[in-house]
Each structure stands twice: as structure tokens, then as C-alpha cells.
């Protein structure tokens, strides 16, 4: 595309030669020659004040707030750098021609996005959410990317208030939407376990009255988001309730896969294999299911579905098991964590004495201390016999796990009560330790100590 045209699309007054680009970014760290510089002023910094180091990386224009004379680069006036970014990167996928997916939820995102890009990158070249590229800026700067070599596109959507994703979706414009489960997260924004519902559900008013919705059949929301649907085809998955994508005969991470196009309660013969995946996990088997609708819905055989699920390895941070003695493996799960994911992880391990390393959750709103009263109890329950918990909020699941639960206030406290344990440990059966807790709290630190330094 031209500079030209996209300061038409913009709204914008081209003022320098025009050119063509190919691509974007906000960040100077992250250009690459010949991609736009979008530039606005934030909290801490103003992005206008480094157009010369933008110019320097190979930036084929800049598009500013206000025409900085000093700049030798090209610029588009804009009166907002970051709607701007949203109208050029919707007309930029507009004119895509290949299959796009948006997934969304409160839990699993990147992993379920893994798993669909690793089942179309068999035989197809694909674009995929890179890091945290899932919010108002990294969503439109992730379109920007597409080129005519992608035929498909999966695209990751983030959101801590209400609107956001409706904002995300209607720029994405996705042929296949995926709404993988709805759980307590981000609850000081969304208010309720039913605003993240409603809110996650905004991801189906972008799709197109050919695209498909794909619904998990064994969340308490499922039949809410059916019903708000406006006669796109429908796709659901689960485990509990009839789906058109089911596991069955599930074993550790060995599952029976079976995918049927019509009604669930249909006589439509169903396509089955086996799968065994590399993830741990009853959830991750929800993922791998989510993954297979989506496939299944962009045209792959059962055949390609059951190579890429195989193919996808733990992802550090996420139930990533680390031997780190004879008989004490750890199990990092300490990306993030909600109320969801953390039982998750706790059911995940299901074998042998187990330890919980627990940091506070965030963001849970008026109801945080009975939430982390509840996982500690959930982890007693599950039969885990000792808590080790970070942060004040953290003290409150120790309080609730009872007789062997301990909290510390700070990481290095911590980390000393836990290698003494494990020093102390003297069982023939495999020792697991999970961690756990919000990114906030640098739960990895217990990861970067612990783990062989080979492995980390």
C-alpha cells in the first residue's frame, strides 16, 4: 500500500514522498525498514521525540499527532495516532484474501493458539498473535503483517473491560470465531462472572453472516452465547456435553477424538483418531478440541488435526515440567493465573506427594480473599499436603489449606522454607511442586532458581 493511500484511509495529510510499506510498529526497538511508525504520547514517554531513530531503523514514514519540522522522515498528521492505527490495519485485512480465526476466552489463549497454528502451518503458511500482541495496539499492528504469502491468520484477543473486544473483533473481521470458556478474571473490570461472559461473547459481532462460531458446549455460558448469535453457523466442542467435536476415553494426555459436522445428536457419521498430546492436562484436551473445530471448520482433514495437535510442546511457563532432583520434578505454570487456570493446573497434577507454590491472584475485584480462600481449600481437597504462599492475598489460601500451609512475604523467605523441604523430603514417591501466581508477582523467580541452569 501506498503512503498516499493510507493517509487517505487515515484521515491523515501526507507530508513527504510518497512510498510504498509494508508492515508496522509503536515501538523504534521493533521497526524494521520499510514498515509505517505509529507515534502518540503516552503516560511516560512521547513517541514523537524519537522520529530520528525511527528514521535511522528504516522507517518509511512516521505517523504523528503533530508535524515535527526537525524530522527529515516522512509524516502523516493524524489528529489520533492510535485510531488511525485501528482504520488502517481494518482496510489492511480488508483487502486479505485468506482465512481469518479470533479466539478469545479467559483461559488458554495462547496455547489453543498454538495448537491451531501448528495444525494449519502443516501445509499452510500462517500469521499468528506474537507475545502479548493481543489488545488495541497489538492487534491492529499484528494485521499489518499479513501479506499475500499467509493463507491463514490466527488472531488473539485480550480484554479487561467491557467493549474492548467488540473494538478488536470488528477490526479483525474474523471468518471463524472461537469463544473458549469464560472464568473469574479481570473481574474489577468486568464486574461479574457474567460481564466476562457478555463481554467475551462481543467477538462473535465481528463475524460475517457465512462465518462460523465456535462455542464451548461444556461452559456454564454456552447456551447464553448461542442465543445472542445472529444465524451464523455454529461449532461447539467439549468433553461433558454433546458436541460436534467430543474426547472421549480420555487417559493422562491420550484422548479419542471424534468430530461430527451436523447436529450432535445426529446419525452423521463421525471422523475419529486418537491423539496424545505433549500438554498436561483435562483442560488442555478442551483446548485441543477447540483447536480441532476451528481446523476442522477452515477445511483441514482429521489426518492434519491429529499431526499438529502432536506436534505442539509445553510452552515455558505453562504446566512445563522440570526435573530438578532424582525424585522432585516442578511443574511451571506461573505465566499467570485466575481461579480457573490455578484448578486447573492443580487437577493436572494427579499422582505422587504435591506441593503448591502459590502467589496472589490479580484483579479479582470485592471477592478476592474468599476466591484464594477457596484455592486453598481446592488444593487440600485435591490432596496436596503442603501450600507455600507469596503475598498477602496468597496468606489467605494458606490460612484456608490449614496443616501445611505457610506464608512469606517475600520471595527470597520463600524459596528458603521450600529448598529446606525439599531437603528434607525423604518419600519414595515422585515429589511434584506447581507454581503459580499473577505475572505481577515473579513467580519464575522460583523457576530461574530451582531449575538446572541447562534447562532454564
Not at 501526507?14 to 509505517?36: C, H, V, W
Not at 489492511?92 to 485468506?98: F, L, T, V
Not at 501445509?123 to 503483517?145: D, F, I, S
Not at 522454607?417 to 513467580?443: P, V
Request: charged share 20%; with cysteine; proline share 2%.
Amino acid at each position: 500500500m501506498k503512503l498516499s493511500e493510507a493517509a487517505k484511509i487515515m484521515n491523515g495529510e501526507l507530508i513527504g514522498q510518497d512510498a510504498y510499506f509494508f508492515g508496522a510498529a509503536s515501538d523504534t526497538r521493533k521497526l524494521k525498514p520499510g514498515e509505517l511508525f505509529f507515534a502518540w504520547k503516552g503516560e511516560r514517554f512521547d513517541a514523537h521525540d524519537y522520529l530520528e531513530s525511527a528514521e535511522m531503523k528504516g522507517a518509511i514514514c512516521a505517523v504523528v499527532e503533530r508535524f515535527i519540522p526537525s524530522a527529515q522522515i516522512a509524516q502523516i498528521v493524524v489528529k489520533d495516532s492510535q485510531k488511525a492505527l485501528a482504520k488502517i490495519a481494518k482496510a489492511w485485512r480488508k483487502a486479505w484474501k485468506g482465512t481469518m480465526i479470533a479466539l478469545t476466552g479467559s483461559n488458554g489463549k495462547t496455547t489453543l493458539k498454538e495448537m491451531i497454528t501448528s495444525i494449519l502451518s502443516v501445509k499452510h503458511e500462517v500469521l499468528a498473535t506474537e507475545g502479548n500482541y493481543n489488545n488495541h495496539v497489538g492487534c491492529p499492528l499484528m494485521l499489518l503483517r499479513l501479506n499475500t504469502h499467509h493463507t491463514h491468520a490466527v488472531i488473539e484477543m485480550g480484554a479487561n473491560h467491557p467493549k474492548e473486544i467488540e473494538f478488536l473483533t470488528k477490526i479483525v473481521q474474523p471468518d471463524i470465531a472461537i469463544l473458549n470458556n469464560a472464568g473469574a478474571c479481570h473481574l474489577e473490570g468486568f464486574g461479574s462472572l457474567e460481564g466476562v461472559a457478555k463481554a467475551k461473547s462481543e467477538i462473535f459481532m465481528g463475524l460475517s453472516e457465512s462465518g462460523t462460531a465456535i462455542i464451548n458446549a461444556d461452559d456454564a455460558f454456552a447456551e447464553f452465547w448461542q442465543s445472542n448469535l445472529e444465524g451464523q453457523k455454529v461449532m461447539t466442542f467439549g468433553i461433558d456435553h454433546p458436541a460436534n467435536v467430543m474426547a472421549s476415553a480420555l487417559d493422562g494426555q491420550h484422548f479419542h477424538l471424534s468430530i461430527q459436522s451436523g447436529e450432535p445428536s445426529s446419525q452423521v457419521s463421525a471422523l475419529e483418531a486418537d491423539v496424545t498430546l505433549q500438554l498436561l492436562g483435562r483442560h488442555n484436551i478442551l483446548n485441543a478440541l477447540a483447536a480441532t473445530a476451528a481446523a476442522y471448520s477452515a477445511g483441514e482433514t482429521i489426518e492434519t488435526i491429529v499431526t499438529g495437535l502432536e506436534a505442539v510442546a509445553p510452552v515455558k511457563g505453562r504446566l512445563q515440567v522440570v526435573k530438578i532432583q532424582d525424585k522432585v520434578q516442578l511443574i511451571n505454570d506461573a505465566y499467570n493465573a485466575n481461579p480457573n487456570s490455578l484448578r486447573a493446573g492443580i487437577d493436572a497434577c494427579h499422582a505422587g506427594v504435591r506441593w503448591l507454590v502459590l502467589g496472589n491472584m490479580r484483579e479479582l475485584g470485592s471477592e478476592e480473599v474468599v476466591i484464594h480462600q477457596d484455592a486453598g481449600r481446592y488444593a487440600k481437597e485435591a490432596g496436596f499436603t503442603k501450600l507455600f504462599a507469596l503475598g498477602e492475598l496468597a496468606a489467605h489460601s494458606a490460612v484456608a489449606f490449614g496443616d501445611g500451609g505457610s506464608s512469606y512475604e517475600n520471595h527470597e523467605a520463600l524459596l528458603t522454607a521450600l529448598q529446606s523441604a525439599i531437603a528434607e523430603y525423604q518419600g519414595d514417591a515422585l515429589l511434584t511442586i506447581l507454581l503459580k501466581g499473577s505475572n505481577s508477582m515473579n513467580m519464575q523467580y522460583f523457576y530461574e532458581t530451582l531449575a538446572p541452569s541447562e534447562i532454564r
